[in-house]
């Protein structure tokens, strides 16, 4: 790795949002986590505590994100499925990442993933993208009428449309 790409990997470390371990949703301490909306924040940590009861643990793997790491994810993306068009489908914009807003969270593992498709709701936690099994979203309204139905991938939610 040249010299000057340690660097920049260096500078956009855990305060950029990146989580270099999973981290817990009750994490006080790791940007990821603790930038997240307060309302996302408060709901996760609901139904973390109501999955915990039944033996499932919550893990994040991404959550809040500062402007220039998720640009050095778009970067990654673009470089990985060889165009922009393509890795549009998995990584957003700074401008319109959820991420970036402290409105989204990447969870793990598969098991907290199954207990959030059929529990999450209630608390108002969304799967958004077909694509995404792991990326949730609040939508206060699903607490009433379920959540919206997905979009198959980022590339199909009009907020992408910029
Ligand atoms: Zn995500």
């Known amino acids: 790795m040249p010299y000057s790409e340690s660097v920049v990997r260096r500078a956009l470390g855990e305060a950029e949002g990146a989580v270099p371990i ?8 790791v940007p990821a986590v603790a930038n997240l909306d307060p309302d996302l924040l408060a709901a996760l940590r609901k139904a973390a505590t109501a999955a915990a009861a039944e033996g499932v643990e919550f893990f994040v793997n991404g959550g809040w994100r500062s402007p220039e790491y998720q640009e050095q994810l778009r970067d990654a993306a673009v470089a990985k499925y060889g165009s922009a068009r393509e890795a549009a ?17 990447d969870l793990g ?20 993208y077909r694509n995404e099994p792991w990326h949730y979203e609040l939508r206060p309204e699903a607490v009433e ?12 939610d009009p907020r992408m449309q910029q």
Do not use: K, M, N
């Open 109 to 128: 593992p598969a098991e907290a993933r199954a207990w959030l498709s059929e529990h999450g709701a209630e608390y108002g936690l969304c799967q958004i």
């Open 89 to 105: 489908r998995w990584v957003t914009t700074a401008e319109t990442s959820a991420h970036v807003a402290g409105q989204a969270v």
């Open 145 to 156: 009428h379920g959540c919206p139905p997905l979009y198959d991938d980022p590339t199909h």
């Open 22 to 29: 999973p981290v817990s949703v009750f994490d006080e301490e």
